[in-house]
C-alpha cells in the first residue's frame, strides 16, 4: 500500500510540474487576401486561382449592353430628351403654381400627363399607356 500512495504522489508532482511548464502563445490572425489586410503580393496568385474556378463562361448575352457606354449621338439625344421632359414640367409647374388652373392635361410623347385639384391638393397622373404614375402634392396658395 506505501508502494501505490507513493507512486499516487510521485504522479500528481509530475503532473503539477508539467502544468507550470505549459505555455500557450497568442493567437494571431494573419490575412491572406490583400483586399482584408493582407500581403499585396497574394493577388496574382489569389486571382489566377479564382479565374481557373471560374466555371463561367461568356456567351456575349443581351446583358453586356449594359455596361457599355453610349455613344455621343446616344448622349446627345438623351439630353434633348432631358430638356424637352424638363420644359413639360416647368409647363406644368406654370399652370398648376402660378396660373393656379384647377384641371388640365397635355400629352408628351407618348406619355399623357394630367392634373386636377381636389380639396387642397393637385393630383397629377402621367400614364405612358404601360404604366401610371399619380403625384399627389399640395396645393399652392395664389395671392
Known amino acids: 500500500m506505501c508502494h501505490s500512495s507513493t507512486s499516487r504522489l510521485l504522479v500528481a508532482t509530475v503532473v503539477l510540474a508539467a502544468a507550470g511548464m505549459v ?8 490575412p491572406i487576401n490583400p483586399s482584408f489586410g493582407g ?17 463561367y463562361k461568356d456567351d456575349g448575352s443581351e446583358f453586356d449592353s449594359l455596361f457599355e457606354e453610349p455613344s455621343a449621338a446616344e448622349e446627345f439625344a438623351d439630353a434633348i ?16 403654381f402660378e396660373q393656379g388652373t384647377p384641371s388640365g392635361s ?33 396645393k399652392p396658395d395664389n395671392k
Open 23 to 30: 505555455q500557450a502563445g497568442d493567437l494571431i490572425y494573419r
Open 39 to 55: 500581403d499585396p503580393f497574394n493577388s496574382s496568385h489569389l486571382l489566377q486561382t479564382a479565374e481557373i474556378q471560374n466555371e
Open 81 to 96: 430628351n432631358r430638356t424637352l421632359i424638363g420644359e413639360s414640367a416647368n409647363e406644368l409647374a406654370n399652370a398648376v
Open 106 to 138: 397635355f400629352t408628351f410623347d407618348d406619355a399623357m400627363v394630367s392634373y386636377q385639384t381636389v380639396g387642397d391638393r393637385m393630383k397629377i397622373t402621367v400614364s405612358d399607356g404601360l404604366q401610371t404614375n399619380v403625384v399627389t402634392v399640395p
